[in-house]
């Protein structure tokens, strides 16, 4: 079964996290070693966290990509999940009409009192 765009939004996300913190990591090192270290140490923390912060720039924008695919996902999930009631209700309706009825009367009533009592 391959991965669903869920899971590659996730996968994606986590390795943006995971880019941040070593571009934290990078960042820190960098001005610890700064303080003590010579200029080259510097540049090399900086380009680093440049390349740190790059990758994790195209995890995100990978991710924002995906996102779309991944909202389709849960709405057509939803959707089939609304649909299955739908069904569901349409035969219970199918099957006691008279109980039905009743009950959409009752609800009806119901609404008007509080519509009523609203005013």
């Known amino acids: 079964m391959s991965p669903t765009n869920t899971d590659n939004l996730k996968e994606h996300l986590g390795e943006a996290g995971a880019h941040l913190k070593s571009a934290a990591s990078a960042a820190g090192s960098a001005v610890k070693g700064a303080s003590g270290a010579a200029a080259d140490e510097l540049r090399l923390g900086k380009a680093n966290l440049k390349a740190e912060l790059s990758d994790s720039a195209l995890s995100g924008l990978a991710a924002a ?33 008279l109980a ?12 008007a009192k509080l519509a009523r009592s609203n005013d």
């Open 100 to 111: 039905s009825f009743g009950v959409a009367f009752a609800a009806g009533w119901i609404i």
């Open 65 to 97: 990509e995906l996102s779309g695919a991944a909202a389709k996902e849960q709405v057509d999930a939803l959707m089939d999940k609304s649909k299955d009631l739908i069904d569901s209700a349409a035969e219970l309706i199918r099957e006691r009409p």
